[in-house]
Nanobody, 131 residues
């Protein structure tokens, strides 16, 4: 069982920045694929970004087109934590942001951008961007 706890919720103006954190339990966190999704009111949950460990020092990273160049994912395996740095925020980024973990192995060619690709989810944290 893996528990994920997000933090960093906030209200920011358009153009501002915010950093979300997701602390995970588990002894093999460094091997987990980690992702961030978001869900706006009345919309389906959508993929934001994922990181898949290749080794202890390298990873493949996948971004949704809507956040590419503005959002950055990183992880600190010593702290069992993954971060989402969000810059140049837009009102359309307003959503509940969810952290997700995949403990199953990831094929080399896999892009884990679907809800079904993940095994555990955090409770979500609200991000609101005002215009």
């Amino acid at each position: 069982q893996v528990q994920l706890v997000e933090s960093g919720r906030g209200l920011v103006q358009a153009g501002g920045s915010l950093r979300l954190s997701c602390a995970a339990s588990g002894r093999t966190f460094s091997s987990y694929a980690m992702g961030w999704f978001r869900q706006a009111p009345g919309k389906e949950r959508e993929f934001v970004v994922a990181t898949v460990a290749i080794s202890l020092s390298s990873a493949r990273i996948y971004y949704a087109d809507s956040v590419k160049g503005r959002f950055t994912i990183s992880r600190d395996n010593a702290k069992n934590t993954v971060y989402l740095q969000m810059n140049s925020l837009k009102p359309e980024d307003t959503a509940v942001y969810y952290c997700a973990a995949r403990v199953r192995a990831v094929d080399f060619s896999m892009r884990p951008d679907q809800i079904r690709d993940y095994d555990y989810w955090g409770q979500g944290t609200q991000v609101t961007v005002s215009s």
